[in-house]
């Protein structure tokens, strides 16, 4: 997202885009927020480590005039200019029905979940276990936290693997975390008793496309960054055009 938006940025000499991590740390993304704030920024692009914490700046920011755009994961109510974003419900969704279609309607799932406060992880979640629940065979039998990180998912799934001596399936809510869980799976021996699905679809070589072309990963669903569309976006609204509240962009699965 940040190599997208730094590109997309060198078409528009009047923009000047400054950069700050959040670290995965609400308090840390509050702060460099209210910075920007003091620094009386022109326009805000923000992806909120977590909807809830972030939402009372974010609506600081945006009653004090300033346009804010959102990418990727929302906040709570509507006090911002625009939300840039694919929709998270539809891409649980064809995971879940995907899965069925490599599981033929029977198997023991295992769920690697991102940021638990985060809106990806929830939609993804809900719309993953609304397709599934259309075939009774298909049961979710570990669902831990492992906050998108692959270290993380090597550790959960480990313990996945102990308590699980069947497992058919593997479900991250991300590319990394199903990558993470594939290498644990490997560690045991048992990456071939089992498939594994992942999403963001990025391109490189650590990003889903490749581990679908590895054959480590069945499938994977597009995410995209959104960081194109935000400065294309922040351009048009800097120089007074309207634009739209929601802006849903495109996803696609990735298989061999």
Known sequence: MNADIDSAAKAYPDLHIVMADGQQDNAKQVADVENFLQQKVDLLIISPNEAKPLTAVV??????????????RQIEGDSYTTFIGADNVAIGHAAGEF????????????ELRGLPGSTPAQQRDSGFRAAIAAYPGMKIIHDPVANWL????????????AAHPHIDLVYGQNDPMAIGAWLAARNAGREKTMRFIGIDGLPGLDGGRQAVKDGKLAATFVYPTGGKEAVETAEKILHGEQVPHHITLSSERITQ
């Open 59 to 72: 609506e600081r920011v945006f009653k004090a005039g300033i346009p804010v755009i959102i990418i990727d």
């Open 99 to 110: 899965a069925d279609s490599i599981l033929h309607g029977k198997g023991d799932i295992v």
């Open 150 to 161: 692959r270290e993380e998912a090597m550790t959960q799934m480990e313990a996945a693997l």
